[in-house]
T-cell receptor, first 113, second 114 residues
């Protein structure tokens, strides 16, 4: 069975500071890993994904994430937060050839001016 | 708009009524997924469908909930005899093929049960 744990339901950073959102997963088979962002009253948008290959994945809006198999982690980072980054972020896992994506509980990011 | 289309965006029902939520996947996508989002919770998988087939409904409540994806027309999530606990945002997503895992989401249907 697969699962996703996002550490911290709320994260607050100052504008220009580093953003770090944590995600750990469990999977009995090689995982596909995703980060999605949700703005208020909207659906989820894909930020980035890892399937195979390079473990450092770059996404939209300056975000990136690194797949660390030994730590079963897929943390999301951005060097410098912008006010427009305030949103809810979801880490998700599916498995190779699978079809059911499992989402974490989400982390709400607040950006202070 | 070539994205995933959901309607209605907002739906209010009284206890005991029926709710029907519709989802048209992106053009060329034949895989549809329904998720439910409760306040302060993540998205919970409900059901995965392909045209005319339910592939996985392990997340669907055993009673009152049903889903279909007919050969023609949108996918429909149907909730009979709604209760207050059904109040939530229901999201539909689609994908172009089996196994990629990447989902394209609609903007959701927000059900309020009075």
């Amino acid at each position: 069975a697969q699962s996703v744990t996002q550490l911290g339901s709320h994260v607050s950073v100052s504008e220009g500071a580093l953003v770090l959102l944590r995600c750990n997963y469990s999977s009995s088979v090689p995982p596909y890993l995703f980060w999605y962002v949700q703005y208020p009253n909207q659906g989820l948008q894909l930020l980035l994904k890892y399937t195979t290959g390079a473990t450092l994945v770059k996404g939209i809006n300056g975000f990136e994430a690194e797949f660390k198999k030994s730590e079963t982690s897929f943390h999301l980072t951005k060097p410098s937060a912008h006010m427009s980054d305030a949103a809810e972020y979801f880490c998700a896992v599916s498995h190779t050839g699978g079809f059911k994506t499992i989402f974490g509980a989400g982390t709400r990011l607040f950006v202070k001016a | 708009n070539a994205g995933v289309m959901q309607n209605p965006r907002h739906l209010v029902r009284r206890r005991g009524q029926e709710a029907r939520l519709r989802c048209s996947p992106m053009k060329g996508h034949s895989h549809v997924y329904w998720y439910r989002q409760l306040p302060e919770e993540g998205l919970k998988f409900m059901v995965y469908l392909q045209k005319e087939n339910i592939i996985d409904e392990s997340g669907m409540p055993k009673e009152r909930f049903s889903a279909e994806f007919p050969k023609e027309g949108p996918s429909i999530l149907r909730i009979q005899q709604v209760v207050r606990g059904d109040s939530a945002a229901y999201f539909c997503a689609s994908s172009p093929d089996y196994g990629s895992g990447e989902l394209f989401f609609g903007e959701g249907s927000r059900l309020t049960v009075l």
